[in-house]
């Protein structure tokens, strides 16, 4: 995990707001990421909740930086918004893996619910109340 200032750049204290707000974005997705690849269980409502909070300071802080700023020192957020998509592109990956696991695993249970009601074993209707396998 690479460490990103908290400190505006260019000696910038208005940046400082939208650098936090960067940063905790970043936290809550390599925090899902990882727990995703590690394959632990992820909380996706809770994870939701803080990416959303996230973005909404961010997007709170970048407003108040756009009106005292000039262009050039919010274009010096640059390297901070490239690493923050760096690591929301790979979380991306991590939850097209994880999705595709799911719908693998919801394919398994299918087919195996199929079988057993096709060998007569049990109905559909006895599995659906709890009385099969």
Do not use: W
Not at 50 to 56: A, M, T, Y
Not at 104 to 119: P, S
């Amino acid at each position: 995990m690479t460490e990103t200032t908290v400190f505006a750049p260019r000696n910038e204290p208005a940046l400082d707001p939208v650098l936090f707000a960067i940063r905790r974005l970043e936290e809550v997705v390599e925090r899902e990421t990882r727990l995703l690849l590690d394959g632990h269980t992820v909380d996706l409502a809770d994870i939701n909740a803080n990416k959303s909070r996230g973005l909404r300071d961010f997007n709170k802080a970048m407003g108040k930086a756009a009106k005292t700023l000039d262009t050039s020192a919010l274009k010096s957020l640059q390297p901070f918004l490239d690493n923050l998509r760096q690591k929301l592109d790979r979380n991306c990956e991590a939850l097209k893996l994880h999705l595709r696991a799911v719908t693998e695993l919801t394919g398994l249970i299918r087919d195996a619910l199929e079988t057993q009601e096709a060998d007569g074993t049990y109905t559909m209707h006895q599995l659906r109340d709890g009385h099969g396998a």
